[in-house]
């Protein structure tokens, strides 16, 4: 949880700067907000860094999703090429459009793989919705070939990824559109909040009225305002675009202690052979929030995972985890739905029980993963090395 173990005075002044003018709608109230508009500056800021046009804040990654898929005009019916190892957000965000998610491949990168996307690919396939897992890439100069061989529109999903770039570019920026996650678990974190960013005005226009019900945001009379398209509430709050402003100012700080104690961890596990480390297409651009690893096999994977959690170094063991594999995923598997799914009424649903990913599972049942904390000491990272150390000396000898 890097951005949530450092809040400090610069966000508590954020907040306080909203909480003073009692303005927590992002929009109107030219007068009484007093110049304070905190989405709009996270927003300034925020395309700044990413070197992009245009930048519109959200209410959750969820959200950003939602309307990145919706602004470059992916709906009912159209195939969505996902990965099979994500949070689930953005294959429900998929489904709730009524597209359908159609899943392949992942490679070292642990991202779908270019090879994957390509074999995935239908006459009705329209879009891929890549995920930048866990701080760092895909194989990006491949993956944008092939969705410009095949005319298919890239929709990056960095939430997890923030700060990562790709040969100096940021991840989010190779396709259409791009969207993070501020939730509280991410690199930075406003509580709850997501981010979309593109360079197409057109995008970016669409993104802006989804979220807020068409409105077309022209001035400071909300009433006057026209409803060019149908919509709805994904707004940000000044309150939660305030704590994110402060975070954001933080990033760079962030990137840096991460990737001193990925480093350092990732000396310590450079001593046993038997270990080969995550595919990172560009090591300088990794945002470090984790250090992925395989082990020769999957018992060997389950030995050093449980002697770690022993030894006190809790390590994420993916292929069995309820959240992030499509593996435990039963309620996809089921289509288990609040309401009646779209993609109940269409004929290209792929059997979600019966997926088979010979290389995914492979990769997933030799591979975990340690997340690094922004709140350890370097004498707290000296007693981890030396757990870590111990619990690797007991299981690969
Ligand atoms: C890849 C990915 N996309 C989207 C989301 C959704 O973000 P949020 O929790 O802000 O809705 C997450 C959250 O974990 C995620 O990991």
């Not at 923030?162 to 100096?168: E, P, S």
Request: aromatic share 10%.
């Amino acid at each position: 949880m890097p951005g949530a173990e450092l809040f400090g005075d610069e966000e508590r002044q954020e907040v306080m700067d909203v909480l003073e003018t009692g303005i927590l709608f992002r929009y109107n109230f030219d007068g009484p907000r007093k110049g304070i508009w905190k989405a709009g500056t996270f927003e300034e800021e925020f395309s700044r860094y990413h070197g992009v046009e245009y930048c519109h804040m959200c209410s959750s990654g969820t959200a950003a999703d939602i309307l990145s898929l919706a602004s470059v005009g992916i709906g009912a019916g159209d195939e969505v090429i996902v990965p099979p190892f994500s949070f689930i957000a953005p294959i429900e965000s998929v489904l709730l459009l009524g597209a359908v998610p159609v899943f392949a491949e992942i490679d070292e990168t642990l991202c779908l793989s270019p090879e994957g996307i390509e074999a995935a690919i239908t006459p009705r396939t329209r879009a891929v919705l890549l995920v930048h897992l866990f701080g760092s890439m895909a194989r990006m100069d491949e993956i944008v070939r092939v969705c410009g061989k095949h005319g298919l529109i890239l929709v990056e999903d960095a939430a997890p990824a923030l700060g990562a770039t790709y040969r100096g570019r940021h991840v989010g920026t190779f396709g259409k559109v791009g969207c993070f996650s501020f939730d509280f678990f991410k690199v930075i974190t406003a509580g709850e909040g997501g981010a979309v960013i593109t360079d197409d005005r057109e995008v970016y226009e669409r993104a802006h009225m989804f979220a807020d019900h068409g409105h077309d945001h022209i001035g400071d009379n909300r009433g006057a305002e026209r409803h060019p398209i149908l919509g709805t509430n994904f707004r940000i709050s000044e309150l939660h675009a305030a704590v994110g402003l402060a975070q954001f100012r933080k990033l760079d700080s962030i990137l840096a202690r991460q990737r001193n104690y990925q480093g350092q961890l990732k000396e310590v596990l450079s001593a046993f052979p038997q270990i080969t480390f995550r595919d990172v297409p560009d090591a300088a651009g990794d945002s470090a929030t984790t250090l992925g690893f395989f082990l020769p096999d999957a018992p060997t994977a389950v030995r050093v995972h449980e002697a770690m959690g022993k030894a006190g170094v809790g390590t994420a063991y993916w292929f069995n985890n309820n959240f992030h594999y499509i593996r435990n995923w039963d309620h996809l598997q089921g289509l288990h739905s609040a309401y009646k799914l779209p993609v109940s009424l269409l004929d290209n649903v792929p059997d979600y029980a019966g997926i088979r990913l010979p290389k995914t599972d492979a990769l997933m049942s030799r591979m975990q993963m340690i997340e690094i904390r922004l709140s350890w000491t370097q004498e707290d990272l000296d007693r981890i090395k030396e757990k870590i150390r111990g619990a690797l000396r007991e299981v690969l000898g």
